[in-house]
């Protein structure tokens, strides 16, 4: 079972090992410009490799020691735990050229990809009532956002992955409210702990300056 990890004091050995980490991957441009290149001109006797995509089946993939370590998404009400990473609000977003009535079938993309993510936005929507239409699906999260951004269609983002040419869907959308999203990191009990330890420190590092800057 996945152990979770604790943000420890700084590692005062050099690092030398190997470790495989899952990120999710609308945190790509964050993770991998910021945290891994910086963990890997830190530690360059660190063999690191990375996966990335639909964070759904990283709890399997820790368990299975297919990773070490893997940032992990979930809706929850009530964010708990010492391995919480953050929390962040899911808004609706279309376009910045595009206009949503109040009463009009909501022009809808999809993530396709069978996790409570790509479910969110039709079980939203047919528990409040309003009409929509699915006009994209993909299984790439880059892609639903070329979608929302060229104007095609509506979708469910986390807060911060909204992008220049996007914006979120105010009041006069008439869309019901979504849940908050939380991150969490796992660790197998087979990782090595100091290089995950530290990983782990990094990451929650950068979240708490890149939420410093919203």
Not at 51 to 65: E, H, K, L, N, P
Not at 68 to 97: F, H, K, Y
Not at 139 to 162: D, K, Y
Request: proline letters at 7%; aromatic letters at 6%.
């Amino acid at each position: 079972r996945p152990r979770l990890v604790r943000h420890g004091a700084a590692i005062d050995a050099p690092l030398r090992g190997r470790i495989a980490v899952g990120i999710p991957d609308h945190y790509d441009d964050m993770v991998f410009e910021t945290v891994l290149a910086d963990f890997c001109r830190t530690y360059p006797e660190v063999d690191l490799t990375v996966t990335s995509g639909c964070s759904s089946g990283f709890a399997r993939a820790v368990a299975a020691g297919k990773l070490d370590l893997a940032v992990i998404s979930e809706p929850t009400p009530d964010a708990a735990g010492d391995n919480v990473l953050e929390t962040e609000p899911t808004i609706w977003a279309q376009s910045e050229r595009v206009y949503l009535g109040p009463d009009a079938p909501v022009p809808l993309a999809i993530l396709d990809r069978g996790c409570w993510w790509s479910g969110l936005p039709c079980t939203a929507l047919n528990d409040y009532g309003r009409d929509y239409v699915v006009k994209f699906r993909s299984t790439s999260f880059s892609n639903l956002r070329c979608a929302i951004r060229s104007g095609l269609a509506v979708g469910v983002l986390p807060a911060r992955a909204v992008q220049p040419g996007m914006q979120i869907v105010g009041a006069s959308g008439n869309l019901p409210c979504l849940p908050t999203l939380t991150r969490r990191v796992i660790v197998s009990q087979k990782a090595p702990q100091d290089i995950a330890g530290e990983i782990a420190k990094k990451l929650k590092d950068s979240v708490q300056r890149s939420a410093g800057t919203l």
